[in-house]
T-cell receptor
Framework: DAKTTQPPSMDCAEGRAANLPCNHS???????VYWYRQIHSQGPQYIIH???NNETNEMASLIITEDRKSSTLILPHATLRDTAVYYC??????????????FGKGTSLLVTP | ETGVTQSPTHLIKTRGQQVTLRCSSQ?????VSWYQQALGQGPQFIFQ???????GRGNFPPRFSGLQFPNYSSELNVNALELDDSALYLC?????????????FGSGTRLTVV
């Protein structure tokens, strides 16, 4: 199973872009990179995912390097409500063709006024 | 479109007891997964259900078991509760080919074992 490495914590000023890095050097060709976030005491919230192309949606952008060994989640204009733990997940196949999410410890992002 | 709902929201049980947690999946989702999240840790995969059968299991003992019903709702059962079972239990649902979609998580059940 491919593992991910994220910094334990980051700070970002409100209104600025938050760039959250993730290393996944052992990712295989058919594994997707997913990003979720978890605000205190709530369930994780899906943000975005990608295979090898850069992706953008209403919440964020995902930049995946050409060798797929790392990615960056970009929140273009961070707000106080973006304070949360952000998880970078490489989705693995478990037995019988199901798919599990391997959460690590994530990055705790603090957005400050 | 309703999201994933879990019940109860909070629960206190005594060591050695049994507990059942419930989850209603999001409309249109036929796959349900359960996760355990200890304080300060990321969620850990317990198992996944599809078409009422277990479709994959994480590193949890057999006293963790589950069910999925024809309407795709699900239960997580834990027997012989231990103090270390105290955690937030999360249910997530998805369409079968979840590579194309994200998983939708519920808000969880906070279980305290005393």
């Amino acid at each position: 199973d491919a593992k991910t490495t994220q910094p334990p914590s980051m700070d970002c000023a409100e209104g600025r872009a938050a760039n959250l890095p993730c290393n996944h050097s052992t990712i295989s060709g058919n594994e997707y990179v997913y990003w979720y976030r978890q605000i205190h005491s709530q369930g994780p919230q899906y943000i975005i995912h990608g295979l090898k192309n850069n992706e953008t949606n209403e919440m964020a952008s995902l930049i995946i390097t050409e060798d797929r060994k790392s990615s960056t989640l970009i929140l273009p204009h961070a707000t106080l409500r973006d304070t949360a733990v952000y998880y970078c997940i490489v989705r693995v196949a478990n037995s019988n063709s199901g798919y599990a999410l391997n959460f690590g410890k994530g990055t705790s992002l603090l957005v400050t006024p | 479109e309703t999201g994933v709902t879990q019940s109860p929201t909070h629960l206190i049980k005594t060591r050695g007891q049994q507990v059942t947690l419930r989850c209603s999946s999001q409309s249109g989702h036929n796959t349900v997964s359960w996760y355990q999240q200890a304080l300060g840790q990321g969620p850990q995969f317990i198992f996944q259900y599809y078409r009422e059968e277990e479709n994959g299991r994480g590193n949890f003992p057999p006293r963790f078991s589950g069910l999925q019903f024809p309407n795709y709702s699900s239960e997580l059962n834990v027997n012989a509760l231990e103090l270390d079972d105290s955690a937030l239990y999360l249910c997530a649902s998805s369409p079968r080919d979840s590579r194309l979609y994200g998983y939708t998580f519920g808000s969880g059940t906070r279980l305290t074992v005393v």
